[in-house]
């Protein structure tokens, strides 16, 4: 009997008990559509993480104003130190070798940006120009402001993609005014869509598309800032070898404990070590989803083991037929070897589906954000047809070991 009668007789056993197969399958089913869902959650979070950490730039070293409050019993609460300074900026690009840049900020929260009867709510952001380069900023429409613009404080801006279409919808932007606060800025830029950070980058939970870029010197000459308020919210530095961000960051650190007379009133974030352990984090949670999605896989195999024992059972009588009729050994193991296959093949394209369909509810339910890599679906369909075929072998060779003359026995 050739392979195709062989697949006629495996199809058409299939076919016969449709209710019994398909229960069967749901284990394969399932298994496959779990294995897709989970490495596809698996793969969105490590994109996600690897997004909010490149907001940072892995080649950057972060200092972070932390003022320090202290309580007094005459004066009350009382502001022992309030963070970082352009003069702690300026020295650790002077001082330090290894930086290439440094670029201090200074945020404005909660401002009101409006344009005729358009407003929004924007986070003002006063930096160097060099913040477009460290941070490989892309311009939409227009340029960055340059240092002229910075020494003089002009009032010039560039716009975050969401206030820009807030307040100018499809109108070209560049040249036009627009009031922040009560100062009038002139738009110079506009900046290109940037993912949101949700706090996994050490920066908070911030929408940068909501951010509003001046030069640090307009920031502080043209709005009143609170002497308990830190001079400068956050240093980026630039380093020059990547191989020696942790250095250079040692470095820094000791420079700013020096300055400060040991007092942490800021904190240091290495974006490359978080990236490194966001990396291990998720291995560590890949391995374990793919082996709770590989026990339902395993689970599938042995419900079709155990079904095709007893469809065997049930079918010795047909068995003695066909061995009467001149099927040998072999072609009776390949009709039931071929049998559980179809049927952990179907349970596959099943399972891949469903495993769509479930990344799809997940990532819209959920706000998950969900990949489907290729990886995923070859690597569950592959070990669900494999399984069918490994778990499909000792029924199928118990089946062609029976006797003849005793199957034709039995009622």
Request: proline fraction near 3%; hydrophobic fraction near 45%; charge should be positive.
């Amino acid at each position: 009997m050739n392979f195709r009668e062989s697949f006629s007789v495996s199809l058409n056993g299939i076919l016969t008990h449709k209710l019994r197969s398909f229960l069967t399958m749901l284990g394969i089913i399932f298994g496959v559509a779990a294995v897709i869902a989970m490495l596809s959650i698996g793969a969105g979070a490590k994109k996600e993480a690897l997004d909010q950490i490149k907001l940072l730039g892995v080649n950057n070293v972060i200092f972070r104003s932390e003022p320090i409050e202290k309580e007094d019993d005459e004066r009350g609460t009382i502001v022992e130190s309030t963070g970082l300074t352009m003069d702690d900026s300026r020295s650790l690009y002077i001082i330090n070798p290894l930086v290439k840049a440094s670029v201090p900020q200074k945020e404005i929260t909660d401002m009101r940006a409006a344009r005729g009867s358009n407003e929004t709510t924007v986070t003002l952001v006063g930096t160097t120009p060099k913040f477009k380069d460290v941070l490989n900023i892309d311009l939409k429409q227009g340029s960055f402001f340059n240092y002229q613009d910075m020494h003089q404080a002009r009032r010039v801006c560039v716009l975050g993609n969401s206030v820009r279409k807030e307040l100018f919808q499809y109108k070209y932007p560049i040249s036009k005014l627009i009031k922040i606060g009560d100062v009038w800025f002139t738009v110079i830029g506009t900046m290109e869509p940037k993912p949101r950070s949700t706090g996994k980058g050490g920066i908070g939970d911030r929408d940068m598309n909501y951010d509003v870029y001046i030069p640090i010197s307009t920031a502080t000459f043209r709005f009143e800032i609170s002497k308990s308020d830190p001079e400068v919210d956050q240093i980026i530095l630039n380093i020059k070898d990547e191989e020696k961000i942790k250095e250079a960051a040692n470095i820094a650190n000791s420079l700013i404990s020096i300055r400060h007379n040991n007092l942490q009133d800021y904190k240091v974030i290495v974006p490359e070590e978080l990236m490194r352990q966001s990396q291990k984090t998720q291995s560590i949670f890949n391995i374990v989803m793919g082996a709770i999605a590989g026990i339902s896989l395993l689970v599938g195999g042995i419900g079709i083991m155990n079904i095709m024992l007893a469809s065997i059972l049930e079918r010795t009588r047909e068995i003695g037929v066909r061995r009467a009729l001149g099927a040998t050994r072999k072609d009776i193991l390949g009709q039931f070897l071929i049998e559980a296959v179809l049927l952990s093949f179907t349970g596959g394209i099943v399972g891949i589906l469903l495993g769509f369909l479930m990344t799809k509810i997940i990532s819209s339910y959920a706000h998950w954000k969900t990949i489907i890599e290729f990886g995923s679906i070859f690597l569950s369909f592959g070990v669900s047809v494999s399984i069918g075929m490994i778990f499909g072998i000792y029924p199928a060779r118990k089946a062609a070991m029976m006797d003849p003359i005793e199957s034709l026995r039995y009622e």
